[in-house]
């Protein structure tokens, strides 16, 4: 499949991907170079934006904006949680065009409060029993190594209350987070599973999932880039060959590493491949996610739907972004920091050898036109 994004000056983005097998397709994509420059207060300044009700990006079905330090509340020096701008260039894939930036910010209010929402998300009325998302994202070369943001999620919606409604008592389930988290000298991988239905078994306990990397705390996981990627199943003996290179030093990824190591200050390409377990309590249900071309979790025996479940979930929302726990700077200094994320394709499964092998599709070359 090639898919030729011919913007003139731009890169061209030449599909590489292995055909799909039938029933494989495309469902979504999205490069934002198309989109109408706007950012999250620029039309309204509600919490929670829905494309039938306000202007949010084309193709997207709802946004959840919540700065701290931004214009719409107050600080007309620093920016909106969400941009789609022609003026981050610099933010953006090949350095033309656009793309998806948010702006998390460091503030304290005195409790353990989750900052500077910024969700983008995708709804599919019909939901898929499988899904394969990938994108890729750049961090500001100032990133601060600390803090944990939710930068990515699927989920099955209930379709009932809020579509950004996430916990025991509300309306997500099963749902997978991938969170940024660590510290200067220790970057985790943080991914996060839960189960329905949430009001019993949000934290996948009724039956627990087998063969997990290491420990969960309340369905958390994590994973360091060392033996959590060597041995995914947990079990004591390595069975997955590491491939990632630490960018510092050019070498295989071992021991503690830092953000600079793992993603440094250019794009960095990631995947993930969920699919429902065949019926309530079945341990069949598959969690694969890919860093740079790296297998760094794979579990194919998780019960997405519990025992109590009344079955027949599907995966029906990808959303992009999140909120953050950020409070490493005094709240005077009004701190803000930016990631980025591009190039997002969305499809109904994965080309059948790939998933069984754990290798996910051939990248697309990149080829710069003058």
């Known amino acids: 499949m090639f898919d030729v994004r011919a913007h003139f000056g731009k890169w061209i983005l030449i599909g590489a991907m292995a055909a799909a097998p039938v029933g494989a397709e495309v469902i979504f994509e999205e490069n934002f170079d198309d989109q109408p420059d706007w950012h999250s207060a620029m039309h309204s300044t509600d919490r929670t934006q829905f494309a039938d009700t306000h202007v949010i990006p084309k193709g997207w079905y709802a946004i959840r904006q919540d700065p701290s330090w931004a214009p719409s509340v107050g600080h007309p020096d620093r920016h909106e949680s969400i941009e789609i701008l022609s003026s981050n260039t610099d933010k953006a894939r090949g350095g033309r065009g656009k793309s998806y930036v948010s702006w998390r910010d460091s503030y304290n209010p005195g409790w353990n409060r989750w900052n500077s929402e910024s969700i983008v998300a ?9 899904i394969y998302v990938r994108f890729w994202i750049k961090f500001a070369p100032d990133w601060t190594p600390g803090g944990s943001s939710k930068l990515f999620r699927i989920s099955s919606w209930d379709e009932v209350e809020s ?10 389930a099963p749902v997978i987070f991938w969170n940024y988290g660590g510290s200067e000298t220790n970057l985790r991988n943080k991914i996060s599973y839960r189960a329905h239905p949430q009001n019993t078994n949000y934290f ?20 360091n880039f060392d033996d959590n990627i060597r041995d995914l199943d947990g079990d004591g ?3 997955n060959e ?4 630490n960018k510092l030093n050019g070498e295989l990824v071992s021991g503690l590493v830092t953000h600079e190591e793992i993603y440094g200050r250019d794009w960095n390409k ?9 019926a ?6 598959i969690f694969k996610q890919w860093i740079n071309d790296q297998l760094v979790f794979s579990n194919e025996s998780m019960p997405w739907q519990g025992n109590q479940s009344r079955g027949g979930r599907r995966w029906n929302v990808v959303a992009i972004g999140g909120n953050d726990f950020f409070q490493e700077y005094d709240n005077s200094l009004r701190h803000e920091e930016w990631y980025a994320i591009d190039d997002v394709l969305i499809m109904s499964s994965m080309p059948v050898d790939d998933v069984q092998s754990g290798i996910p599709p051939a990248s697309p070359i990149n080829i710069i036109v003058e």
């Open 204 to 223: 996948m306990r009724d039956p627990e999932p087998i063969k997990l990397p290491r420990s969960p705390t309340n369905a958390d996981l994590s994973l």
């Open 280 to 285: 309530p309590g079945a341990m069949d249900g």
């Open 242 to 245: 590491v491939i990632l290179v």
């Open 122 to 130: 995708k709804y599919f009325p019909s939901g898929y029993e499988q």
């Open 270 to 278: 990631v995947e993930f491949f969920v699919k429902m377990n065949s």
């Open 237 to 239: 003996a390595d069975d």
């Open 163 to 172: 579509i950004f409604g996430y916990g025991g008592d509300r309306y997500n």
